[in-house]
């Protein structure tokens, strides 16, 4: 967690906020967060224009599909001294990291989606431009703040004080069912999304070195256009896992999401709960709380390398789902 930042407790200030993306998928949660936390939508930018959604949060919202009018937009209220004091980030993945800069240039903290970035010499500028700036950028890693994985990473602190050398082993699934416009869209392009496991793992991967520690060892067994699978090697845990988009690896055919975490063959429950972590998360932000940069760094390394591996095939302590798909 940081420091104290330079802008006032939300508690009864009403503070500004911009958004890039606010057309797409996980818009509505930064939408409902900072009305949540009685603040103010001043402007949102899209290249599409169906955001009928402002309607629902801040139908006074100017809205922009072009980003040379958002940017003078920005400007000018900045030399009126009414400047806003935060720009949500929501655009495609390979976008991120520009934008965080230009909220920064903007002389506005940056709120993030993940990934942060898609490389990890990427977080290196944005530490230098941070520091230039004299703002801040946080990043949502809402996983940290469920119930169930808060009470999980303190069940393990406690058990390591007694066991210092105690090993965790840990198996990671998630599938979540993608129809044929995802290959078409943005996030099916590796360049753009990261793939898999940075698209849809991300968080999960930050949550397990958040709780079980440094990265040892990864390694990667599979890995296609619609799942990937691999063995990671944390300080304190041994994870196997699996992601995918495939409807036919789903356990069950009346479900389009399976979301599994198994430590040491118990399961951590975490189905719900999901509701308000955006919310809780911008609460930690204007408390200055939030995820910063070095926070995000180890699940930017990992999903980055896993990229970047070169598979080994059904070798070693693989996930079961591996052996099923891979052919």
């Known amino acids: 967690m940081c420091n104290r930042i330079d802008s006032k407790n939300y508690f009864g200030v009403n503070m500004k906020f911009g958004i890039i993306g606010v057309g797409g998928y ?129 069940k393990v602190q406690r058990e390591l ?26 996030k099916g392009d590796v360049s753009k999304s990261g793939g898999i496991a940075t698209n849809i793992g991300v968080h999960f991967f930050d949550m397990l070195s958040y709780v079980f520690g440094d990265v040892k060892k ?31 690896h789903l356990p069950k055919e009346d479900k389009r999401t399976y979301r599994s975490v198994l430590v040491n063959d118990e399961e951590v429950e975490f189905t719900d709960g999901f509701t308000d972590l955006h919310t809780l998360s911008y609460e930690q932000i204007l408390n200055g709380k939030g995820f910063t940069l070095e926070d995000a760094i180890s699940c930017i390394e990992i999903v980055h390398d896993i990229r970047n591996i070169t598979p080994i095939g059904m070798i070693g302590d693989y996930h079961p789902l591996c052996q099923k798909v891979f052919k």
């Not at 050398?165 to 069912?177: C, H, P, R």
């Not at 304190?236 to 699996?242: D, G, Q, T």
């Open 26 to 154: 996980i818009a509505p949660r930064h939408l409902k967060a900072i009305k949540d936390t009685g603040n103010t939508l001043i402007c949102a930018l899209d290249p599409r224009d169906s955001v009928g959604i402002l309607d629902s949060y801040f139908p006074q919202t100017d809205f922009f599909t072009e980003f040379e009018r958002f940017d003078r937009h920005i400007d000018k209220l900045r030399r009126k001294n009414e400047g806003l004091d935060y720009i949500c980030i929501c655009s495609p993945n390979y976008l991120h990291d520009s934008h965080i800069r230009f909220a920064l240039r903007s002389g506005v903290n940056a709120i993030c989606e993940k990934p942060l970035v898609l490389n990890t010499w990427n977080i290196d500028g944005l530490k230098e431009i941070q520091k230039e700036s004299g703002k801040k950028i946080y990043n949502i890693l809402q996983l940290r703040l469920h119930p169930s994985i808060i009470a999980l990473k303190e």
């Open 161 to 186: 004080e007694q066991d210092p050398n105690k090993i965790y082993d840990v198996t990671l699934t998630y599938i979540t069912s993608r129809g044929k416009w995802y290959f078409v869209s943005w």
């Open 218 to 248: 990864n390694i990667v067994h599979i890995s296609k256009p619609d799942c990937m699978g691999g063995y990671l090697e944390l300080k304190n845990a041994r994870v196997r896992w699996f992601l995918s988009i495939n409807k036919d």
